[in-house]
């Protein structure tokens, strides 16, 4: 346990729908980072947070999807209007202030059908 | 452009033997370098890293070698275990960015 939540760890939606997943952070890592996970490939970055300062969204993360960090504390990552192909493992991880290790949450795994 | 490659998908070890799982990347720019197992329906679980001031990182049965001049990681595992049974995926940072980069992974089966 890395002490890393992640919630819901399961979601299954109808294409055109709405969901969010929520990462709720080790309190003094102040870095988080969210991925994306498809079958047979490595974690892919898509965003980037520093405390509530969002300082970095790779190209993969499209006009549909945002994500938030209010307070610096829990994250949020929404995707709008889903598709077939946002089927994934979305994961959250943590570094701290010091040291370059990230610690991963289990995952959201998301179906959209 | 995959930066980081992983170039075996699978592999198979007896218990007790030496598993070695290898790692290749692209940009020089990377500086620290990160081993993470993952188990189905989990998040990657870190392992041991290495920073580029190095070439050798050891921490109980896990060894990390780095070969700069050839781009090249390895990762060690000795005596094998079933319960190291899993998907190996490396990672590697510019820690002047924020952005790790990972490999495509390699499933490591250690037969009993």
């Known amino acids: 346990d890395t002490g890393v939540s992640q919630d819901p760890r399961h979601k299954i939606t109808k294409r055109g729908q709405n969901v969010t997943f929520r990462c709720d952070p080790i309190?003094?890592?102040?870095?988080l980072y969210w991925y994306r996970q498809t079958l047979g490939q490595g974690p892919e970055f898509l965003t980037y947070f520093q405390n509530e300062a969002q300082l970095e969204k790779s190209r993969l993360l499209s006009d549909r999807f945002s994500a938030e960090r209010p307070k610096g504390s829990f994250s949020t990552l929404e995707i709008q209007r889903t598709e077939q192909g946002d089927s994934a493992m979305y994961l959250c991880?943590?570094?701290?202030?010091?040291?370059?290790?990230?610690?991963f949450g289990p995952g959201t795994r998301l179906t959209v059908l | 452009d995959q930066q980081v490659k992983q170039n075996s998908p699978s592999l198979s070890v007896q218990e007790g033997r030496i598993s070695i799982l290898n790692c290749d990347y692209t940009n020089s720019m990377f500086d620290y370098f990160l081993w993470y197992k993952k188990y189905p329906a989990e998040g990657p679980t870190f392992l041991i890293s290495i920073s580029s001031i190095k070439d050798k990182n050891e921490d109980g049965r896990f060894t990390v070698f780095l070969n700069k001049s050839a781009k090249h990681l390895s990762l060690h595992i000795v005596p094998s275990q079933p319960g190291d049974s899993a998907v190996y995926f490396c990672?590697?940072?510019?820690?002047?960015?924020?952005?790790?980069?990972f490999g495509t992974g390699t499933r490591l089966k250690v037969l009993a």
């Open positions: 309190s003094e890592h102040n870095r």
């Open positions: 990672a590697a940072s510019d820690t002047g960015t924020y952005k790790y980069i």
């Open positions: 991880a943590n570094r701290p202030r010091v040291g370059n290790e990230q610690f």
